[in-house]
């Protein structure tokens, strides 16, 4: 199966610009969550979503970060505007979740994001 | 809330001699755990999961872990450690009944020769 495909790979934009990450999950995943991975720190949620309704969104800061997830299918993170402590990279992951919260979550490669 | 706690930063083991990576989780139900492996400039990996089944799992390249609910533990061992399994590892925590996962913050497994 195709795994999660996020894009850009990296994006380097100056401060105060705005910027947009895409993440397409595995087909059939009804669950998608963006993670924002600091260096040396593990991933920290931004937004969960169960099909198209955001079930999560506590840790997004919601002045500037914003998410989309149409359709229950392709998602969109954005920050606008972009600040030099948002340098990290955006993971992207799904999972094919029934009750509990036993199902695995699968990764894309993230967006290595650059602020200056 | 769930969580985990990493307990080392960094560990550095020499090839062929064992692996422990320390965990320690919090959750107010049945927690399923995780750990994933994440090599440089790549993407995070599924090592192994419990949800409530056997309480030692067995995960891929060697990999186990033993769920102990009296000491909410969740360590990671490898009887013999290779220089391919330098990398960050993660320990994960969701509370049974929902899909919220949250990450340690990591420990890092250097192999020397």
């Known amino acids: 199966e195709a795994g999660v495909v996020q894009s850009p790979r990296y994006k380097i934009i100056e401060k105060k610009q705005p910027v947009a990450f895409w993440c397409n999950p595995i087909?059939?995943?009804?669950?998608l969550y963006w993670y924002r991975q600091n260096l040396g720190q593990g991933p920290e949620l931004l937004i969960r979503y169960e099909n198209e309704e955001a079930v999560d969104d506590s840790q997004l800061p919601k002045d500037r970060f914003s998410a989309e997830r149409l359709k229950g299918v392709d998602s969109t993170l954005k920050i606008q505007p972009a600040e030099l402590g948002d340098s990290a990279v955006y993971l992207c992951a799904s999972s094919l979740v029934g009750t509990g919260g036993n199902s695995p979550l699968h990764f894309g490669n993230g967006t290595r994001l650059t602020v200056t | 809330a769930q969580s985990v706690t990493q307990l080392d930063s960094h560990v550095s083991v020499s090839e062929g001699t064992p692996v422990l990576l320390r965990c320690n989780y919090s959750s107010s139900y049945s927690p399923s755990l995780f750990w994933y492996v994440q090599h440089p400039n790549k993407g995070l990996q599924l090592l192994l999961k419990y949800t409530s089944a056997a309480t030692l799992v067995k995960g891929i390249n060697g990999f186990e872990a033993e769920f102990k609910k009296s000491e909410t533990s969740f360590h990671l061992t490898k009887p013999s450690a290779h220089m391919s399994d330098a990398a960050e590892y993660f320990c994960?925590?969701?509370?049974?009944?929902?899909?919220?996962?949250?990450f340690g913050a990591g420990t890092r497994l250097t192999v020397k020769p």
């Open positions: 994960v925590v969701s509370d049974y009944n929902n899909n919220d996962m949250r």
């Open positions: 087909s059939g995943h009804n669950t």
